[in-house]
Structures are given as structure tokens and as C-alpha cells.
């Protein structure tokens, strides 16, 4: 059985190498010593063939890329040229994502059925619509499922309704959703086990459930996070043609409030492309209405991302805050508190744009703004691998430790509303 199933995992290996493989691609920490270097950094970024991970303003935080074998000299001279320390953390991305691919692969063959969901590996798409499903008829008195759109690709964007069997469209209600980047693989994984606690671990958590609703769409992306499996691991954006050579927006740079104004590219074949036009994309769209039929009962907006250990809210668009922020910030500091009391993970807390960088027409943004939800938190998961890349048995402590920090944001947002 096992000699069938390497075998498997390796014909599946060879077929992946026609696609993206990386190989060869090093991944850098670039430590930047003062604000002239972050200066530096940041210019570098604009360059689309340096693919950065990670850019915090934070001194003491290092910046993190991705350069191709093309691009690697000229990148070391770059940063020798002004004396940036830099360090190699993986001389060899693609060969670390194929045995990755590989053992994650065998872990979900091996474990088959055996359980409604595993956190011990990462799971394909289909199978994260069917646990909703389950759930939906495990437990029909608390679950609902409705699709709230359909990807470019035709996918079923479903969301998932948890009450305490009381529901009502007077109850307020926290929206959280994962996976707009499709790279980010741990955040549709955390999704998924916020609805585990609060759907098989009930009792424990009921006190989540008195008041509120709680709406989740695990995968935002489902296109780009079904190519990131089956063709290019590191791919972030939809996959809707743009153009004869490129594909797929940045739908994290696509909602409309101050579209395009900073930190989004307006380059088609750019990671961080914010579209042709704002709300360009069916996944945008589909999050975009469930925001707003939410608007008035939502009083917290919570969207997924990795990585860096970051709790981050609006503006995006501007250093400026808004007039609300001291609220937001209290509830994203009991997440930090929460975590750093429970596993000493600690958190960075701020708006994006003061944290990390400028970047218009995010999510978060538009749901404080347009959907007037009063709490709106992007959470930064922790690294793995070189960054978007956890192995398999990093998933359950991840998601354990994420877990407590939604659970005392949610705890506060009870509190105050």
C-alpha cells in the first residue's frame, strides 16, 4: 500500500516540475539598521522581480524576499553596495516545497477519512467546502451553509453561519474570513479550526455564541489557492486572465475605498496588482456583499492573512487613524496579551500603514469604512518554513495559538458591544 502511494507522490512530483517548481530560488532576511536602509529596502520593492515576504517599518524586524536565480547577483550587489546586512535562509526554495508538497501529500492520503478534518495537514479545496457541509448536516440546528458567490473558475465560495440555535437577524455578528492570498495556506487552516471550536467544541466555547452570529468564509481565493497546489506554491493573486500574458489581482488591493492609491500596482503580471478597475474580481464582489448585508450587525470584521505576528487595522491608505481607533486597538491588544501571556508569541499591534507599509483598497479598509463594521483586524499569522510555507506539523500549534488570540478579541468585542 505505502510502495503504491510513494510512487504516487512521486509521478504527481514530476508533473509538478513542469509547472513553477522554484528551484533554485534563495530566500533572504535583510536586516535594516536604520531608516536610510528601510528606505532602501522599500525602493527595492517596487523592483516586481524581487518578491517580498515581509516589509515591517519596524527597526529590528527583518525584511524578507524572494529573488529568482536571474536576479540574485545584482540583488547581493545591491544590498553590498550600501552595506545592508542580509543573510541566506533557503538557498533552494523549491526543492524545501517539494518535500513539503510531498510529506503533506502523504499525510492526507494516509489519514484519508478517518476524521471529519485533520489539522495535520493542509487541505484541498473541495474538502474544505465538504467539513462545511458536514457540519451543515451534523448539526443543523447551529450551522448553516450558503454559497455566497462563485469564483472565476466556477467554485462554490461558501460561508459558514454558526449560532447557539437561537439565530436571528437581530443578533449581532463577527465576519471572518481567510485565504484572499492564496499562498497564505495556514490562514484558510485557521479559519477552519475557529469553526471547529465553535461547532464541535460547543460547550466550551457557548459563551461566543449567546449574542452573536458568527459568519466565516474559509477561502476567499478558492482559484488561486486550488493553483497554489497544483501548479506555482507561491502564487498570491485570483487567477481571472487580465491579459494575453498575465493573471490574476491582488483582491487584497481591490475594494473600493482609495482603489489604487498607494502600495497597489498598477502592472497586470505585479503580485500586488489592484485590478482593472476596483471590485474587478467575482471573489472581491462575493466578500464585498457579505459585508454589506452584515452591515449594522457586525461589530467585528476579523480577515486572515500570513505571516510576521502582526495585528493590524485601518487606515491602509494613510498614517493617518481613524477617529475610532483607540476601540480597535483595545480589542487587537487583548489578542496580543492573550497569545503572549499563553505561548510568549508576540504580537505587533497598529494600523497597516504605520506597521508595515502603505496599501490601498484592503478589506479591512473597506469593511470599517463602507460596511461599518466598528472592528476591523487584519491578523498576520507566524512564519513557517521561509514564510508562507509552515510544514504540516507546524499547523496544529499555529492554529492553536491563533485560536487564543481571536477568542479574547471576541471575548473584548462582547464586552464592549
Known sequence: MYLKLILSLLFCGIALSKANSYLGYKVYDIDAKDDFEKEVLFRLSGNDDYD???LPKIIGKPARVMVQPKD???????????GIDYTVINDDLGQTLEIERLQNNFLR??????SRISFSNFQRFDAINGYLDELAKAYPNRVSVKTIGKSYESRDMKAITITDGQSSNKKKAILVDGGIHAREWIAPAAALYIIHQLVENFEKNSNLLKEYDWIILPVVNPDGYEYTHTNSRMWRKTRRPIDEKCFGTDGNRNFDYHWGEVGASGVSCADTFKGPTAFSEPETRALR???LTLSGRAKMYLTLHSYGNYLLYPWGWTSELPETWKDIDEVAQAGASAIKKAT???YAVGSSTNVLYAAAGGSDDYAYAEAKIPIAITMELPAGGSGFDPSPDQIQPFVEETWIGIKAMAEKVIEKY
Open 289 to 291: 456583499d457579505l459585508m
Open 109 to 114: 492520503a494516509a489519514l484519508g477519512r478517518s
Open 52 to 54: 517580498f515576504f515581509n
Open 72 to 82: 540574485q547577483m545584482e540583488f547581493e550587489t545591491t544590498l553590498n553596495k550600501f
Open 344 to 346: 510568549g508569541s508576540q
